[in-house]
Nanobody
């Protein structure tokens, strides 16, 4: 059974940084796409960043230049380095993986980790 375990969320002041991690285990397939989504209260879930196995990435316009997604294929782990955080980045962040090469991974999901940015 595939399991995604996220860590690294927390409370940070505006302008601060956080690094999220998501480790996948139990997959019998090669993980091609790994990504991060977020959902703020009262808003729809949105895609933040995606990285496919080749290393190609895609970002939401709202985080370009501030967030960096990376992955360690040997560890089946994806990271999200978040710098210059803003109050509008406050949300529950979810990681997701996909067996296919897609920029919208959605086969399996983590449980979510809260990120709160205080003003």
């Amino acid at each position: 059974q595939v399991q995604l375990v996220e860590s690294g969320g927390g409370l940070v002041q505006t302008g601060g940084s956080l690094r999220l991690s998501c480790a996948a285990s139990g997959s019998s397939f090669s993980i091609n796409a790994m990504g991060w989504y977020r959902q703020a209260p009262g808003k729809q879930r949105e895609l933040v960043a995606v990285i496919i196995r080749s290393g190609r990435t895609n970002y939401a316009d709202s985080v370009k230049g501030r967030f960096t997604i990376s992955r360690d294929n040997a560890k089946n782990t994806v990271y999200l380095q978040m710098n210059s955080l803003k109050p509008e980045d406050t949300a529950v962040y979810y990681c997701a993986i996909d067996k296919y090469t897609t920029f919208v991974p959605d086969d399996y999901w983590g449980q979510g980790t809260q990120v709160t940015v205080s003003s």
